[in-house]
């Protein structure tokens, strides 16, 4: 279970009473399925795949929660973990797991064991939301006694399968609703100031401030850079605020913020963005890339590793 004194201290730190989380969480409404359109695809890869329930939300709808990995973990290969839908509106995030499992996953199962969490938000994939129904980001969450139910059942899981993970790629979007409706509902919940940023319009990456492995994210990049644009960085040479370290990405302290990223204490992790909203892209086009972002970094990894 979440644990519920942090989970006080969570609404604590917002400037919204319970009657104003209330009064968001009821402006929520279920426009997709996460059964029709999530566990479908991952019920049909139960061939290939070992599927495990790791948790439940217990919310207006009950919502199952699955991790695939892969069958016959091999104890000489490193791990590799793969999350979507931390995020659950980020929906490429979510597809581009299953289509890397759906189309990719066996040109590396020789050489890698993997772990995949397609979607770790369900009810934010189904009401196209960012925070769970208390509107806590289950990606602020990821640090012991977690307040988010999204966050903590898969640390209380992972850390059960006492692997050492090897790299961690954390799908995501960077979406133009993150500066018309969720960073106001931020600052509102908050009371804080919300200056509005440049949505990058490409793809970027985000390393580990601590770890940065700026090889590791240039193959993620120029992999990405096949399949659709890079996001150019803005006049003073940031992306969402943040200094370029290189083309296409930018760095956070994953661990120290609670990011999805620094779950795992993997060697190598990123947190890919996609711009879906461009009107350079198709949809198609981002589940494409997110593809290209995993391939990216398992080649580098298989060169560079000698994994
Ligand atoms: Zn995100």
């Known amino acids: 279970m979440v644990n519920e004194e942090s989970r006080v201290a969570a609404f604590d730190k917002m400037s919204w009473n319970k009657e104003q989380r209330q009064e968001w969480y009821k402006q929520q409404k279920v426009v997709r399925s996460y059964q029709q359109e999530v566990v479908s695809k991952i019920e049909a890869l139960t061939s290939e795949l070992d599927i495990s329930k790791y948790g439940e939300l217990d919310y207006e709808s009950c919502y199952s929660l699955f991790v ?19 995020h659950g509106y980020e929906t490429s995030g979510v597809h581009g797991a299953l289509r890397f499992l759906e189309t990719r996953i066996s040109d590396y199962t020789d050489r890698f064991n993997f772990i995949v969490a397609p979607c770790i938000s369900p009810w934010g994939y189904e009401t196209i939301n960012r925070w769970n129904p208390d509107a806590i980001d289950p990606n602020r969450s990821f640090y012991t006694n977690s307040p988010s139910m999204e966050s903590q059942s898969l640390m209380m899981w992972l850390s059960a399968q006492e692997v050492d993970v090897l790299a961690h790629f954390d799908l995501h979007e960077t979406t133009d609703t993150d500066n018309s409706v969720f960073r106001p509902a931020l600052a509102s919940r908050d009371g804080s100031e919300h200056n509005n940023w440049n949505i990058p319009d490409g793809f970027y990456a985000v390393g580990d401030e601590e770890n940065p492995r700026h090889d590791f994210q240039k193959a993620i990049i120029e992999s990405v850079e096949k399949v ?5 960085a803005d006049s003073n040479g940031k992306l969402i605020g943040k200094t370029i370290t290189q083309k296409g990405v930018i760095n956070y302290p994953v661990k120290s913020i609670g990011l999805c990223a620094g779950l795992s204490n993997a060697d190598y992790c990123t947190t890919t963005e996609v711009y879906p909203d461009s009107p350079k892209v198709s949809e198609e086009e981002c589940i494409v890339a997110q593809v290209a972002a995993i391939t990216g970094g398992l080649d580098y990894l298989v060169q560079n590793r000698e994994v």
């Open 228 to 232: 659709t644009h890079i996001a150019p």
């Open 68 to 86: 695939l990995k892969t069958t016959n973990f091999n104890a000489n290969n490193p791990t590799i973990l793969i999350t979507g839908g931390v």
